[in-house]
């Protein structure tokens, strides 16, 4: 992959430097909080090479895979580091009104992904080195009384005691306010002497402090900085310039703190416990059947984003209990499920270029990484997705009987199996090798009897139309097509749009229309109308699909100025009116109106541009522009 070509062209097409407010990636994705949302050109980021899928849910998340860190380097180096993300906070006219259009999901699985998410390398890595030490320990490979262990097994725990200060810290980068004076704020919640006077019966103001503990705690933070954000944005803009600098960090410390002390920290800590509770609750009343139904929607869940609305609840629970009952325990039946369902896949199919992905994804996923193996295999085929959530089902049925616990927030997967090992348990990490061992086989096996390459299925409709075609008439085995609107050809190269002028999306004509309509260029069926009107794909007779693009960057005019008259499904001729646009609104709002027609099937039939190299003519729809033939034809 060439990964400054890459963040070259995600950046372009999520609307540009100036639009990113904030910038993260997790394993897999890179995480974009935008100003404008309707600036992504989600069409042209799902066809940049190297981008596996990209979702809109509460932020703009381009799935990248096993890649994304280099790609997010480059970005960075192209933003002009870290600097340009920190000055792309402030607020505009534009970034309000767009962010009053989205939906209150959206802003808070937005808040809660951005809150949550930076914590995961901390906590997994002291984490796992805390399980690996348990292990040493049962092992009898070190002594658990020896001060080596205890020192390793505190280094070890830090992130987790010191929780409310990452979060603290992941908030108020968030909220776009002085990380360290909120760090500061919740800091003083910790300090040993607050502490000790807490632990004592300490008043504040003639009112009583609850004795509370806030190691380990995460919702006192979050409420603190909502409040300490608020705070140092109103000082901010009623203080006078010359005390600024330490007038709004004094006043916004002196408010917050002891509101949090009596008010807000006890609150969190209430929130905390209750969150814990209602899913304990929820686990002691239907027991295995919530671990197995939650591992079998895991797919659906991780391909929109929504798993990481239980991180709160998982990194809640560890942290008090110091166990983890139901998402995790779920979420290794279905990694592992992934993993066998695209090892089948990789055996089953004849497709070079899918069991290359297959191999790869299923590595992945084995090792707990699920998201190349769901948008690259799971969801292209219902059969895939199918045997993964039975397999998922199956195995997370096991591990809910057994009651299998986690005690480390990481991703489960073969690497990560130690954060299983208990003390107190020394069965939980043979159950969850079990379940492991269950969900890899129950999916593989279904795919291996039941399983059909999609492409050998493909491939055997295309030969039998073929030896139709070749009996009853030999002519139609080139194809002519006509072009799509009346207006002046041009070669695509000279287009100004690098996806359609490099040929990457296949070969094809362009035509400066003179009429806003689009003909269809030859008999087929409409396969998608896209939902902001500026394009159409078409599925030819013979199967060969063509993608129609009317003007550069047109998808951010929302489906203004475009009127679909076809949808989905319709049947249509040559020549039949599929869209009708207005060409002079188009220009006057300042994009290019050059229409393009891609032979988007490249794969399977060969395309001649007819006549070759010619530019500049004037064509209508009853011309021909272009021959397509299939490839393998007599």
């Known amino acids: 992959m060439d990964y400054k070509l890459t963040a070259s062209e995600v950046l372009k097409h999520v609307g540009g430097k100036d639009n990113i407010s904030q910038l993260e990636h997790c394993s897999t994705r890179l995480r974009f909080s935008l100003h404008d949302y309707s600036k992504v050109d989600v069409d042209h980021l799902q066809r940049v090479p190297g981008v596996i899928a990209v979702k809109m849910i509460g932020q703009c998340q381009v799935v990248i895979g096993n890649d994304v860190v280099e790609v997010y380097d480059e970005i960075i180096e192209l933003l002009g580091g870290m600097g340009h993300l920190s000055g792309a906070g402030a607020s505009t006219s534009t970034s309000s009104s767009t962010s009053s259009k989205k939906n209150i999901g959206s802003v808070l699985l937005d808040f809660i992904t951005s809150i949550f998410s930076p914590l995961i390398p901390a906590i997994a890595g002291g984490g796992i080195l805390k399980s690996v030490l348990l292990l040493l320990g049962l092992m009898k490979w070190m002594d658990p009384s020896g001060q080596t262990y205890q020192l390793l097994f505190q280094i070890g725990d830090a992130p987790l005691y010191y929780i409310p200060l990452l979060v603290a810290v992941t908030t108020a980068k968030k909220l776009k306010v002085n990380q360290l004076v909120a760090l500061s704020a919740v800091g003083a919640l910790m300090l040993p002497k607050v502490t000790a006077m807490i632990t004592e019966g300490a008043m504040l103001f003639g009112f009583p402090i609850k004795n509370i503990s806030y190691a380990y705690q995460v919702f006192p933070a979050i409420l603190t900085i909502l409040l300490y954000a608020q705070l140092e944005k109103l000082f901010t803009r009623i203080s006078p310039k010359a005390i600024r600098i330490f007038f709004v960090p004094m006043m916004s410390l002196v408010i917050t703190v002891p509101i949090s002390l009596l008010l807000l920290g006890p609150l969190g800590y209430t929130l905390g416990e209750g969150f814990s509770s209602v899913i304990v609750m929820l686990f002691s009343k239907v027991g295995w059947v919530a671990t197995a139904l939650l591992a079998a929607v895991l797919p659906f869940m991780v391909s929109v984003g ?329």
């Not at 066998?340 to 084995?366: N, Q």
């Open 306 to 634: 929504m798993h990481k609305a239980l991180l709160p609840y998982a990194i809640t629970s560890v942290t008090t209990t110091g166990k983890e009952l139901l998402y995790l325990p779920a979420s290794l039946a279905h990694n592992i499920a992934e993993s066998g369902a695209c090892f089948a896949v990789a055996i089953r199919t004849r497709d070079k270029e899918l069991r290359s992905t297959a191999i790869s994804a299923g590595i992945s996923a084995l090792f707990g990484i699920t998201e190349p193996a769901l948008y690259g295999v799971t969801l292209q085929n219902k059969k895939v997705l199918g045997s993964v959530m039975i397999g998922s089902l199956i195995g997370g049925a096991f591990i809910g009987i057994v009651g299998v616990e986690v005690y480390v927030l990481v991703g489960p997967g073969l690497a990560s199996m130690s954060m299983f090992v208990s003390e107190s348990l020394p069965q939980n990490i043979i159950n969850a090798f079990i379940g492991l061992i269950i969900s890899f086989v129950a999916p593989f096996i279904i795919l291996l009897i039941f399983g059909k390459d999609r492409k050998d299925k493909n491939q055997n409709q295309q030969m039998a139309t073929n030896t139709v075609q070749q009996k009853t008439q030999k002519s139609q085995e080139v194809q002519e097509i006509k072009s799509p609107v009346i207006g002046q050809q041009i070669l695509i190269a000279d287009v100004n749009d690098e996806v359609f002028s490099s040929k990457a999306m296949g070969e094809g004509v362009a035509i400066i229309p003179s009429k806003g309509e689009l003909y269809a260029p030859v008999d087929g069926q409409i396969a998608v109308v896209y939902n902001r009107s500026h394009a159409i794909a078409m599925k030819m007779e013979n199967g060969c699909e063509l993608l129609f693009h009317v003007g550069i960057d047109t998808v951010r005019l929302q489906g203004k100025y475009f009127e679909p008259v076809v949808k989905a499904g319709d049947m249509v001729k040559a020549g039949d009116l599929l869209l009708k646009f207005e060409i002079d609104k188009i220009i006057e709002a300042g994009y290019d109106p050059v229409t393009i027609m891609v032979v988007s099937s490249k794969d399977d039939y060969d395309a001649q541009v007819e006549p070759l190299h010619l530019s500049k003519r004037e064509v209508g729809n009853t011309d021909t522009v272009m021959t397509i033939t299939t490839k393998g034809g007599e």
